[in-house]
């Protein structure tokens, strides 16, 4: 959980970067699709942060339980 708050944090900061005069010069004219894929990728962490702390706040019982390989 700490490291997908940590990816949202450094998206949002990221894209606060990009609408900078500093950080148009340093994207140039690709701007605006590193604008589109950090704003998708802010979505994605946003509801997997969310849907963690839904999780952990039900107490999964599946979450408990150690993952192992398949035939073992």
């Given at each position: 959980?700490?490291?997908?708050?940590?990816?949202?944090?450094l998206?949002?900061?990221?894209?606060?970067?990009?609408?900078?005069?500093?950080?148009?010069?340093?994207?140039?004219?690709?701007?605006?699709?590193?604008?589109?894929?950090?704003?998708?990728?802010?979505?994605?962490?946003?509801?997997?942060?969310?849907?963690?702390?839904?999780?952990?706040?039900?107490?999964?019982?599946?979450?408990?339980?150690?993952?192992?390989?398949?035939?073992?």
């Amino acid at each position: 959980m700490l490291r997908t708050a940590l990816t949202l944090i450094l998206v949002i900061a990221a894209l606060y970067l990009a609408f900078t005069p500093r950080g148009l010069a340093l994207l140039g004219p690709s701007r605006p699709m590193v604008v589109i894929a950090l704003g998708v990728m802010g979505v994605l962490q946003a509801s997997r942060y969310a849907r963690l702390r839904q999780d952990q706040k039900r107490g999964d019982l599946l979450k408990s339980i150690p993952k192992r390989p398949l035939g073992i």
